[in-house]
């Protein structure tokens, strides 16, 4: 697991500061040109706002970072809601965040204070999954040997993706770089080497709580 981010599920989160209403809006993007036709449809939809500030970041370890104040005074707003999203180590993803101004003004510290807790709040409304790389495993094995099997697996936190039961049983379950070939070993060491290895491919994955959200592979 290396840390960054992505946003597998964009959201939308709302905060009042001094009356004026400050609504984020979260979306996975994979290009600059798909952030742009999201920034441009929030600014449609939300045609008679104050402003609408918007940031996005796309690539692993931030290939491209862009951000717009909107009108706000410079660097109170864009800036500080990039920040929120290279802070968190996300990438493929872009916020706008819309202000409808409440009749009292926020001073500098204010509004980057502002912007940035409506990016928080955005993204707590969003689904977002630390990337994990490592291998997608199919192992077959006699129903004697499945139990072994699994409780090593729970014991080390290796999530399964699927099994089959048939005369045999068939597992296919994730294991992080670093895991995968201890846990071959193993379970070759706990079967005797009855359990076969049916395939092992390289894929990139995140994890929602406990359960395994395959990205590719």
Known sequence: MDGEKIVYQGGEGQIVEKKSRFIATVRPVKSEEEALEFIAAMKKKYWDATHNCSAFIIGAGGRLMRCSDDGEPQGTAGRPMLDVLAGERIYDAAVVVTRYFGGTLLGTGGL??????????????????????????????????????????????????????????????????????????????????????????????????????????
């Open 112 to 217: 980057v204070r502002a912007y940035s807790k409506a990016v928080s709040e955005g993204l707590k409304a969003s689904v977002v999954l630390t990337i994990c790389r490592g291998y997608r495993i199919r192992i077959r094995t006699d129903y004697s040997d499945y139990g072994k099997i699994q409780y090593l697996l729970a014991t080390k936190e290796i999530p399964v993706l699927d099994t089959a039961f048939t005369d045999l049983v068939e597992l296919e379950l994730v294991a992080l770089e670093e895991q995968a070939g201890p846990v071959r070993d193993a379970i070759v060491e706990l079967t005797s080497g009855r359990a076969q290895f049916l395939n092992t491919e390289p894929l990139t994955y995140g994890m929602q709580g406990n359960t395994p959200v395959i990205l590719d592979s």
